[in-house]
């Protein structure tokens, strides 16, 4: 069976500003791909040209086996896209947004209203279902935009960072509204910064930099890459901090991180935790806090690219794109 989306090559570019840079990847029919990179990384831009909305300087790309450039209105048909906020009208009702969306895609008026009574039943909004969309929550919004994307029953749907700004409780409830989807084979591109958003939900990662794949894999493997466990260190005295990074650098021979008053540094193996303990008993140090355990997605990323995928930066990619 061909991949459900395949991307080979893709380059975009916007005046001097390289968005994508020979990016490729391929999601496999009813799972998720995670495509997780900071902002201004390019995922957006890779959103938009595999939903036909930019077409790449260079590269190919089939969605659904249609050529996105070739074929873009069969690659439409097949698809359903939440971008990054919300995107439906403040001024209509939850009903008025489903059917409006409905009857631009053909739907006699009957079925529109059967439709739009579907997905608000579906998305738990059915109650709000004749109020104005303005005085909707942001879970209520975006559960709402989510039911839009699907008023076509797409095959393929795109999210496009769609819990940004979102509460936990929010996120928890659009996240269990992705598994249900995937389990009546839906393929989901899912685009993100959040590290524990992909490890949720994600099948398969595609990790994303400066507008190049940089690492492939599910969220097992990726992990594995930087390191099976790591070590985390929260000295008694916070003043002794500096003194466990520093044996922390010279037994594990790499560099630890420090947050939160905390030091971790990758584990190759389990003799790391006792020589550390050894050589801070040596000099006096005491631990409040020492644990052993799996590198986080974070970890993973900050391994591949050399920092943190979220940083506070503009992304300057899109607003070159909305520009």
Do not use: C
Request: glycine share 10%.
């Amino acid at each position: 069976m061909p991949p459900a989306i395949e991307a080979e090559g893709l380059v975009k570019r916007f005046g001097a500003t390289t968005a994508l840079a020979g990016a490729s990847l391929s999601a496999v029919e009813g799972t998720v791909l995670g495509v997780l990179g900071p902002n201004g990384a390019g995922k957006t831009t890779a959103t938009r040209v595999l939903a036909t909305l930019l077409a790449p300087d260079e590269g190919r790309a089939l969605v659904g086996g249609y050529d996105v450039v070739a074929e873009p209105h069969r690659v439409r048909s097949l698809i359903g896209l939440t971008g990054q906020y919300a995107g439906v009208d403040e001024a209509l009702t939850g009903t008025e947004n489903l059917v409006l969306i409905a009857r631009l895609l053909g739907q006699s008026r009957a079925a529109s209203r059967r439709r739009a009574a579907e997905l608000l039943d579906q998305f738990g909004l059915t109650e709000a279902a004749g109020r104005a969309a303005r005085t909707y929550s942001g879970g209520m919004r975006r559960r709402l935009d989510l039911a839009a994307s699907l008023v076509g029953r797409p095959r393929i749907l795109f999210l496009d960072e769609p819990t940004t700004g979102l509460d936990p409780a929010s996120r928890n409830e659009l996240w269990d509204m992705v598994r249900s989807l995937v389990g009546d084979g839906v393929t989901v591109l899912l685009t993100t910064q959040y590290l524990d958003e992909a490890d949720q939900l994600a099948d398969d990662i595609v990790v994303i930099d400066r507008g190049t794949v940089v690492a492939t894999g599910t969220p097992d493997d990726l992990k594995a890459r930087a390191g099976a466990a790591v070590l985390q260190m929260r000295p008694a005295q916070p003043e002794q901090l500096a003194v466990v990074e520093r044996v922390a650098s010279e037994l594990a021979g790499a560099t630890p991180t420090v947050e939160n008053g905390s030091v971790a540094v990758p584990a190759p193996d389990e003799s790391l935790m006792p020589a550390v303990v050894r050589r801070l008993d040596d000099v006096g140090v005491r631990l409040a806090e020492l644990t052993l355990r799996r590198a986080t997605l974070d970890e993973v990323f900050l391994a591949l690219t050399g920092h943190r995928a979220v940083e506070p930066t503009d992304d300057q990619t899109d607003l070159r794109e909305t520009a």
